[in-house]
């Protein structure tokens, strides 16, 4: 509770009533998609019930899956708004990972539509093209309560979808890993090769180490 209480201080020291967080998941993935996602906070209406519902609110990929759950639907009571943007695997192949993570933020944060009064911020990139300005964050999911909420949207909604595909493409163990690169996962690829959910750009170390590239 005092380290989410933290990130509640960080967002009310920037001297905004709302505060708007964009953080994504899957961007370090061998398989599955991105998923970004963008949550406005407004902390003159966010209740104290709502405040002790997000009370283990903190870094998502710090977070056991049956907490990150359980603060799903805790954040998407206490949010003003909340957008998801969801690339798949061939749009990152085609465009790059990098580029296609920039644009999946953007597009988040300005689905999102937070107001000129709203402080906006990103999980630790400068997004040049959005139209929402912004700063970014280093480890920003560990600092901001707005982005802490976002990274919880954002990896349930993608381990969501990984664990329902999972059962159509077996062998791989994505209800496991949910597409990271785990030894077991990487057993599976030189086990068994690829799925049409692994990215085919080979930008990852873990690619480069099993001769894929």
Request: net charge neutral.
């Amino acid at each position: 509770m005092a380290r989410t209480q933290r990130l509640f201080a960080f967002d009310r020291g920037l001297g905004s009533r709302e505060v708007a967080g964009a953080d994504e998941a899957g961007r370090g993935c061998l398989a599955g998609p991105l998923v970004a996602a963008a949550v406005l906070l407004d902390y003159e209406t966010l209740s104290r019930s709502d405040r002790r519902a997000l009370g283990g609110l903190h870094d998502s990929k710090q977070m056991r899956p049956e907490q990150r759950e359980e603060l799903y639907p805790a954040v998407l009571r206490a949010a003003s708004r909340v957008s998801v943007v969801v690339r798949c695997v061939r749009g990152i192949d085609a465009r790059g990972l990098h580029v296609t993570n920039i644009e999946a933020l953007s597009c988040a944060l300005e689905r999102l539509a937070p107001s000129e009064r709203a402080t906006c911020l990103v999980d630790g990139f400068s997004l040049r093209e959005c139209a929402v300005p912004h700063r970014a964050v280093i480890e920003g999911d560990g600092t901001s309560a707005a982005i802490a909420a976002a990274s919880v949207i954002a990896k349930v909604t993608r381990d969501r979808y990984m664990h329902r595909v999972a059962e159509e493409h077996p062998g791989w163990g994505f209800d496991e890993h949910v597409g990271y690169s785990t030894p077991e996962h990487r057993a599976a690829i030189e086990r068994i090769g690829i799925s049409p959910l692994h990215r085919r750009s080979f930008q990852s170390v873990a690619y480069s180490q099993l001769g894929l590239t």
